[in-house]
C-alpha cells in the first residue's frame, strides 16, 4: 500500500511562510534542500511523519494564486478553543469557529485560518474521524 508523506504548495517568501508555519502548527523545518532555480523546505512536527513541502521558485517576485481547485490542508488539534484563541492572541486571524452536526451529533468543531501566501487551512478538533 501507498503511505502519504508529504503535501506541497508554492509559497513567494521562505522566512515568511516558516514563520507562519511554526507559529501556528508549531512545524518546524526538518529539511531545505537547495537547487539551482527552486528551493524545497521540508516542515514536520512530532505528532506526525506526515510533511508539508514549501517549494519556493527563485526569481519569482509575484505572489502565486493558489487557483479555484485548491481546497485545503487540514491539522488536528486537541483543543481547538484553546488552538482559536492562541491564534487570535498572536495576530494571525483565524476564521469563527464552526460546529458541523450530522444527524444530531457532532461532525466536526472547526475553523480556518490563512497562511501568508493565501491558503486555507482548517484547524478541526480530535474527534470522530478526526484523529
Request: hydrophobic share 40%.
Amino acid at each position: 500500500m501507498a503511505k502519504m508523506i508529504h503535501s506541497m504548495i508554492r509559497v513567494l517568501d521562505e522566512a515568511r511562510s516558516t514563520e507562519f508555519y511554526d507559529r501556528a502548527f508549531g512545524l518546524k523545518v526538518a529539511d531545505r534542500v537547495a537547487f539551482e532555480t527552486f528551493t524545497l523546505i521540508y516542515l514536520s512536527n512530532a505528532e506526525t511523519g506526515f510533511e508539508l513541502e514549501l517549494t519556493v521558485n527563485q526569481g519569482r517576485t509575484e505572489p502565486y494564486a493558489p487557483g479555484d481547485a485548491y481546497g485545503h490542508l487540514a491539522v488536528s488539534v486537541a483543543e481547538l478553543r484553546d488552538e482559536h484563541a492562541r491564534m487570535t492572541e498572536l495576530g494571525l486571524n483565524p476564521g469563527k469557529i464552526v460546529e458541523l452536526n450530522r444527524d444530531g451529533k457532532l461532525f466536526a468543531l472547526l475553523f480556518f485560518v490563512t497562511d501568508p501566501d493565501g491558503y486555507k487551512i482548517e484547524v478541526v478538533q480530535r474527534h470522530g474521524r478526526f484523529q
